[in-house]
Structures are given as C-alpha cells and as structure tokens.
C-alpha cells in the first residue's frame, strides 16, 4: 500500500496528486469510507509510480532557488521593463487599469483582478524572452474587457496581437524546457 496524505473536502470526487517533494496527496468526500480510498489508491499504484519518477525528474531538472539578490534584481528589472510596456498596451488597446504590482507568484505569470483592474505579474516573467512577456501582457490587459477565456477573449487579443498563437506554443514550449 502506497503512503499518502488524506485531505477531505466537500468534494464529490476522489483525486490523487504527487506533490514537488514526490509526497502522494488523496483528496477526497467527508463521508466516503477509508476502506474506499485505500481501494482506489491501490488501483491507481503504477500511476502514483510513475507520476512520482516524473516528480523526481523535474526536481532534478529544476533550476536552483534565487539569492535574494538575485530576486530583487529580477524584480527591478520586472518592473522596469513591465510597467511601461503595460502603459504602452493599455493605450493601444484604449484600456485604464488599476495598480500595478511585481510578484513573487511561482505558478502563474500575471493575473487581473476583474473588478479593480489591478494587474500583478511574477517578476519570474521577465526571465522569457521579450515578446512572451509582452503576450502576457496583453493577455492580462484583455482580462479587463473579457474576464474568462473565450472565443471572444483571444479574438480581442489577435486584434492588438495578430501573432499570439505562436507566443503562446514559445511559451508553452520554454516551460517544458524548465521543467
């Protein structure tokens, strides 16, 4: 039997997640009894298996942790690329925004708040080649005038950015090159 970690939630379903440190995380409804979690575990053995060794991998593979110098560089040079770029786009595409902030977000690299405008983008961002971190960019700003990502969402966007299809497989690409 496989060691894991049981998180009960008002959920309807049973999930398995391999947590960074290779740890196996079960989430599952209040009342579904243990007996039926272990059974699912046990049934999803050579998944867990292999998704751990895919874990490893990526740790292995995984860039070093910044100094704190070296984040704080990062940030200035986020934020002193970012914030015009952001001036620029907003006024091409006839947008105002809220407040504009530079973050340390590891899994996302930007968001907008739908109802302030506000915009945050990690300063992990700037690490991507310019014309990426101008597709995310514009992807926030278009958060403003469609909060989701519809068909509408990325035809407002190919309107400013004609190219953003292949922005996006650079940056689905250089992710898969980090990992």
Not at 1 to 13: A, F, P, V
Not at 124 to 133: D, E, M, S
């Amino acid at each position: 039997m496989i060691d894991y970690e049981l998180k009960r939630s008002k959920r309807k379903t049973i999930s398995i997640e391999i947590a960074k440190k290779c740890k196996v995380l079960v989430k599952a409804p209040y009342l579904l009894p243990k007996r039926t979690i272990d059974k699912f575990v046990t049934e999803h053995t050579d998944w867990i298996e292999k998704h751990i060794e895919i874990q490893k991998e990526r740790n292995n593979n995984a860039p070093p942790e910044l100094t704190e110098k070296e984040t704080k560089e990062l940030k200035k040079k986020a934020r002193e690329y970012i914030v015009p770029k952001v001036n620029e786009f907003a006024e091409i595409m006839g947008l105002e925004y809220g407040d504009i902030k530079i973050t340390s977000a590891k899994t996302r690299y930007g968001s907008c708040n739908t109802r302030t405008h506000n915009l945050c983008f990690s300063f992990r961002l700037i690490q991507k080649p310019l014309p990426l971190v101008d597709y995310v960019i514009v992807h926030e700003l278009a958060h403003i005038v469609h909060p989701n990502h519809s068909k509408a969402f990325y035809n407002y966007i190919e309107q400013f950015m004609p190219d953003y299809k292949d922005r996006i497989k650079q940056l689905k690409k250089t992710e898969r090159e980090s990992l």
